[in-house]
């Protein structure tokens, strides 16, 4: 009787969350430091690299040589090993080599968005700042939380919105 393996539900919920990150991120609502970012996509193209050389060379793990040519060695090598390195199954080095590739290429993909998100948010922010009028600036009077009695913000207000209002 085999056990059973938890591996293929740890990355069905690893990729639902990282494509849930990264549909955040594609609309501008998850952000990272575009420094940061930098930094962890840098990371995850390292990764992304030693994983792929080791799928490139995964079918090597199969090849033993050297344990004997009884018919159990022969079984053993032809059988087990070559399964375990490069069969379908989802518990073959293959299989799941291929799924950490997967799964830190959209972590990659993930940190580039995220740090785009922010870069445009900052974008964006500087943009609504310019677009202020500094002449015709007016302040409200500062106002008071009637919970605690803490100051509020001062609400800044140009001249279009005072019209409008």
Request: charged share 30%.
């Amino acid at each position: 009787m085999t056990a059973p393996n938890p591996v293929p539900a740890m990355f069905t919920d690893l990729n639902s969350a990282l494509d849930k990150g990264l549909s955040q991120a594609g609309e501008g609502n998850l952000w990272l430091e575009p420094d940061a970012a930098q930094n962890a996509a840098r990371a995850c193209a390292q990764l992304l690299s030693a994983l792929k050389s080791a799928k490139r060379n995964d079918h090597l793990a199969a090849k033993v040589d050297g344990i004997g040519e009884f018919v159990q060695d022969v079984d053993y090598r032809e059988n087990r090993l070559k399964k375990k390195a490069d069969g379908a199954d989802e518990r073959s080095l293959d299989w799941i080599l291929a799924k950490h590739i997967e799964a830190v290429s959209k972590l990659r993909d993930l940190y580039i968005k995220a740090g785009k998100a922010y870069a445009d948010a900052e974008i964006d922010n500087k943009k609504d700042f310019s677009s202020v009028d500094l002449d015709h600036i007016q302040f409200r009077k500062k106002s008071v939380n009637p919970n605690n009695s803490t100051p509020g913000a001062h609400l800044v207000v140009t001249n279009a919105d005072v019209n409008s209002a």
